[in-house]
């Protein structure tokens, strides 16, 4: 069991639309990107000039491009993290980062997080690729609570589109940049809790989605894809089982993969568009930051008695899913 006190979430202002994507003459039309990946939208801290010039060609190039580092976009996650808790950057103990995409082999980019923020704390990266949220809240759901400090911010900037190579249309439409934030405790009582932690990794099928260093996105989509949907399903069926899901107040969030992964597994599991929660069709892939950065920007409309179901599935392969109750 781990406490929520905040959450926070932040993507870059420059869009990247289908339109666009379209535009750079590489074989996609909006309407063959809708039908495939269902993704309208995506936020980039690259410059629209930069990736119609070099389609990205040279992903060495994007860190130097890009208008953010990721140390600031995850700052900036969790300040409306701290704001929503009620808390200032000196009352966190504990930081704890996590990227598919770093700025930095070394250090850990908890800790250029932590600078940024102006906290002198212990700082180290726990990473499992899109998953890494769960992980990182099953890890500290595990630990003694006398182990922690009250207060451990959570961080997962994510600068996708860094690795994109945008002359290839299978992997265009995808990703987004973006960062989410959690501020949480496992000995500061509040009204949402997360629960029912599960995790668990296929590493003999690592190689089926990777970004080698310093180099483009790759995967095997097919097998990415159907790998994503039998363990979204399996995973949220199992939450289905302990939790209500007759009373309105079931709501699903998973990992922002596309759209028709998501509606499959809705499907599948008997859920309505009104308890599914995404953000995928205006921001695309996200990784490890997706699925928090969907729950934070429905921060408004938690209610009492809500269950929250967060499924997330990544490289590795992993999987992790938990639940958030919002107790009355």
């Known amino acids: 069991m781990l406490y929520l006190h905040g959450l926070g979430h ?35 801290s690259l410059s629209l000039d930069y990736i119609k010039t070099t389609k990205n060609k040279d992903p060495r190039v994007a860190s130097e491009a890009s208008k953010y580092t990721n140390a600031q976009m995850g700052a900036s996650a969790a300040r409306m993290a701290l704001k929503r808790a009620g808390l200032k950057p000196e009352d966190i103990g504990m930081v704890i980062s996590g990227s598919s995409t770093p700025d930095h082999v070394t250090p850990a980019e908890a800790a250029t997080v932590a600078a940024e923020l102006g906290v002198d704390v212990l700082c180290f990266d726990l990473n499992s690729a899109c998953s890494t949220f769960g992980m990182q809240l099953k890890f500290l759901s595990d630990m003694k609570p006398d182990a922690l400090p009250n207060y451990v911010l ?56 990777r970004i080698p260093h310093l180099k483009h996105f790759g995967q095997n989509g097919r097998a990415v894809q159907g790998f994503a949907i039998r363990k979204t399903t399996e995973s949220l069926r199992k939450l289905q089982e302990i939790y209500p899901i007759n009373s309105g107040r079931f709501k699903f969030i998973g990992h922002q993969a596309n759209y028709g992964m998501l509606k499959t597994v809705c499907e599948r599991c008997g859920l309505s568009e009104d308890d599914h929660w995404h953000n995928v069709v205006n921001y695309g892939n996200t990784g490890g930051s997706s699925a928090p950065c969907v729950l934070s920007q429905h921060w408004d409309r938690f209610r009492p008695e809500n269950h929250i179901a967060l499924v997330m599935v990544g490289s590795g392969l992993t999987w992790v899913r938990t639940m958030l109750k919002i107790l009355e």
């Open 10 to 44: 932040f993507h870059p202002e420059n869009v990247i639309t289908n339109r666009f994507l379209s535009e750079l003459d590489i074989g996609s039309s909006e309407e063959w990107i809708m039908e495939r990946v269902g993704v309208r939208t995506r936020c980039t």
């Open 154 to 209: 959570v961080v997962n900037p994510e600068s996708f589109t860094h690795s994109v190579d945008y002359s290839d249309r299978k992997v265009a439409p995808l990703f987004g940049d973006g960062s989410s934030a959690a501020v949480v405790s496992a000995s500061v009582p509040s009204k949402m809790v997360f629960e029912s932690f599960f995790c668990d990794s296929n590493p003999l099928s690592w190689d089926k989605v």
